[in-house]
């Protein structure tokens, strides 16, 4: 089955630092969406983007099918940043496959 | 406003007991989806359902049931054949079985083993 590696798997930041989060994909994909996992477990829906370009407040997201990765960009971090954010695909079926997660930590 | 409402947000469970966790939406989705989340771990399909009274296995259904006769619900049962029951339980739904438009997830249920 289709294999999804985020990166990296850690990140420290100070308060106000940008970052890139990347997920890789090791087949094509019909779908693709971020989430941020918040410290009480709620998985909150960032981007929708199975291929393209979007961009919500501080956070965008870019999305290269054909080259089989997606990246997360948050600008100006703030405290209520930190989380895990996930990577999910759907490849064939119609069922998410998740990443393991990047686990964020931003320092006021 | 429409949402996911997972249910109990906390349940304790004895050695072989079977507990039900429920969750119900009201977003007038099709399909409806079981994941498990284990510490510091990703999300693994349990169960998932993409029309009423019709339901898949996922990954890891082994020692867990569901049925789905409305719509709006699709309970999860962990029954005493799940050995290492013990994880965070999150129930999403999404627009229609192609899932066209993405997930939402409710807030989930923490099972603890006592």
């Known amino acids: 089955g289709i294999q999804v590696e985020q990166s990296p798997p850690d990140l420290i930041l100070q308060e106000g630092a940008n970052s890139t989060l990347r997920c890789n994909f090791s087949?094509?994909?019909?779908?693709l969406q971020w989430f941020h996992q918040n410290p009480w477990g709620q998985l909150i829906n960032l981007f929708y983007i199975p291929s393209g370009t979007k961009q919500n407040g501080r956070l965008s997201a870019t999305t290269v099918a054909t080259e089989r990765y997606s990246l997360l960009y948050i600008s100006s971090s703030q405290t209520t940043d930190s989380g895990v954010y996930f990577c999910?695909?759907?490849?064939?079926?119609?069922?998410?496959?998740f990443g393991t997660g990047t686990r964020l930590k931003v320092l006021a | 406003d429409g949402g996911i409402t997972q249910s109990p947000k906390y349940l304790f469970r004895k050695e072989g007991q079977n507990v039900t966790l429920s969750c119900e939406q009201n977003l007038n989705h099709d399909a409806m989806y079981w994941y498990r989340q284990d510490p510091g771990q990703g999300l693994r399909l349990i169960y998932y359902s993409q029309i009423v009274n019709d339901f898949q296995k996922g990954d890891i259904a082994e020692g867990y049931s569901v049925s789905r006769e409305k719509k709006e619900s699709f309970p999860l049962t962990v029954t005493s054949a799940q050995k290492n029951p013990t994880a965070f339980y999150l129930c999403?739904?999404?627009?229609?079985?192609?899932?066209?438009?993405?997930?939402?997830f409710g807030s989930g249920t923490r099972l603890t083993v006592v």
């Open positions: 999910a695909v759907v490849s064939g079926t119609y069922k998410y496959i």
């Open positions: 087949d094509s994909v019909n779908n």
């Open positions: 999403a739904s999404s627009m229609d079985g192609a899932n066209s438009y993405g997930y939402t």
